[in-house]
């Protein structure tokens, strides 16, 4: 080997006596390279660096097991998994790699009695080793080999899903997984709009961070709280979920390789368990729609989520106020079909955020609102220049906040914060009047 050719390797196929008078004694190699070439090097020098090991204290960093984990973890899990991954004879389920040679057969019929076995339990969620008492697989095997033959078998199979936390193998039949789990709701589809960025101000950056929507492209925090409360806006009211977003996403079960993971919600008021669902891919968590019923919560509600007492539960909250009976906007039918906004008297019963509370007066003439934006493509800036016309009718100044703006924006249309202030900083007809409120010129060209 010769790390002085980039580390290359070579044979040795001949070796004669040197000669050269000014050196000691030596031989001189012929080294045959994979690409047939062939060249000398002096060999069996008496004095080399080579010859020498580096010389490393015994108090190096680097000899120590728990610096190297700690510091390169990153990289060798990576160069490791890349390696298994090129490797056909190894197999991988939920992060636990296995040789393909040793795994126990698992046939038609075996899947057909776990299929069978969740149905009985409402889809799951079931250990593997749950199902391995109705599977009759070979007896007087290793039971970690059976589990991991079973574990793998359900995952080539598209009915079954892997919906563990890391560390936590649990099976779910696909087909009764809720509608809002296989599919992304429509209100929470996004489609990409392309903006300027770089035009976005410190302020209008400090409120995408406050904001937290999942979509904003915003670093990781590195402190990270084991409470955080979120604001509801009407996409996530409306489908019964939460946005996975940096803020929220360490408070969730996370998984290695499953892209939804079952988990359970406790009630933080009444302690009533019932269960949530992570959709790591899309970034949401699904399953609080009768929640948000009960406590009749709006969007611009204050929501606070915390980590649960036990591995796999996490803690809602709603912030709660003394009932009464309060100004607040309000979505309307207008004449023409589409949507006007009003102030209106409604009992509330839940803490909200004064700029974003929106009431909607009727839900299923909103969703055929939704319907049709998905039918025709109504250009984005046209939306942002009719909502902010409309609420700006409910301000004597017609001064609109930016967080206003895109609370309403997304009763219509799902979109981060972000696309909306980048159009408010580089259009003229948005006219900043302070503290990130605009007004809306008269003379508009859209």
């Not at 429509?186 to 937290?212: A, F, G, N, W």
């Not at 359970?264 to 609080?288: A, E, I, M, Q, S």
């Not at 079909?337 to 929106?358: C, F, N, P, Q, W």
Request: proline fraction near 7%.
């Amino acid at each position: 080997v010769f790390p002085a050719l980039n580390w290359r390797q070579g044979k040795v196929i001949d070796a004669r006596q040197g000669n050269n008078p000014d050196m000691d004694a030596f031989e001189v190699i012929t080294v045959a390279f994979d690409s047939d070439e062939q060249r000398q090097f002096a060999a069996d020098l008496a004095e080399h660096k080579l010859n020498e090991p580096p010389q490393i204290p015994k108090d190096d960093p680097l000899l120590n097991p728990d610096v190297i984990s700690e510091s390169y973890r990153k990289q060798l899990v990576n160069q490791l998994e890349e390696g298994l991954e090129s490797q056909p004879e190894f197999v991988r389920i939920a992060g636990r790699w296995f040789p393909r040679a040793l795994l126990v057969e698992v046939n038609e019929g075996h899947l057909n009695l776990a299929e069978a076995v969740l149905d009985m339990a409402g889809g799951g969620p079931l250990p593997t080793s749950d199902l391995l008492k109705e599977v009759e697989l070979p007896e007087g095997l290793n039971p970690k080999l059976l589990e991991f033959s079973l574990d793998l078998a359900l995952q080539e199979d598209p009915r079954f899903d892997e919906v563990g936390p890391a560390g936590k193998v649990l099976w779910f039949l696909k087909k009764l997984e809720p509608e809002g789990v296989q599919e992304t709701p429509i209100y929470l589809q996004y489609i990409p709009t392309d903006y300027d960025r770089s035009v976005l101000t410190r302020e209008m950056l400090d409120l995408e961070k406050k904001l937290e929507d999942e979509l904003s492209p915003l670093p990781e925090e590195g402190t990270r709280s084991a409470s955080v409360s979120v604001t509801l806006i009407y996409p996530h009211w409306r489908a019964g979920t939460l946005p996975l977003s940096n803020q929220l996403r360490h408070l969730f079960p996370t998984a290695y390789e499953a892209p939804r993971i079952r988990f359970v919600l406790v009630d933080g008021d009444t302690g009533r368990k019932f269960p949530g669902w992570v959709v790591r891919n899309k970034h949401y968590v699904y399953g609080l729609g009768e929640w948000y019923a009960e406590k009749k919560l709006i969007p611009g509600s204050l929501v606070r989520v915390q980590i649960g007492k036990y591995p796999g539960e996490v803690v809602i909250s709603a912030e709660g106020r003394r009932s009464g009976r309060e100004w607040l906007r309000t979505v309307l039918l207008g004449k023409d079909g589409g949507i006007v906004y009003g102030m209106l008297k409604h009992l509330v019963s839940a803490t909200y955020d004064e700029r974003m509370a929106i009431v909607i007066s009727d839900v299923e003439m909103l969703d055929e609102i939704w319907n049709k934006q998905t039918q025709k493509s109504v250009p984005f800036e046209r939306v942002i220049v009719d909502t902010l016309r409309e609420i700006a009718k409910l301000n004597p100044q017609g001064h609109v906040h930016a967080s206003e703006l895109y609370a309403a924006v997304n009763t219509v249309r799902r979109c981060p914060p972000g696309p909306i202030m980048s159009l408010l900083a580089s259009r003229p007809w948005f006219v900043h009047v302070g503290d990130l409120h605009f007004r809306l010129e008269d003379k508009v060209e859209v």
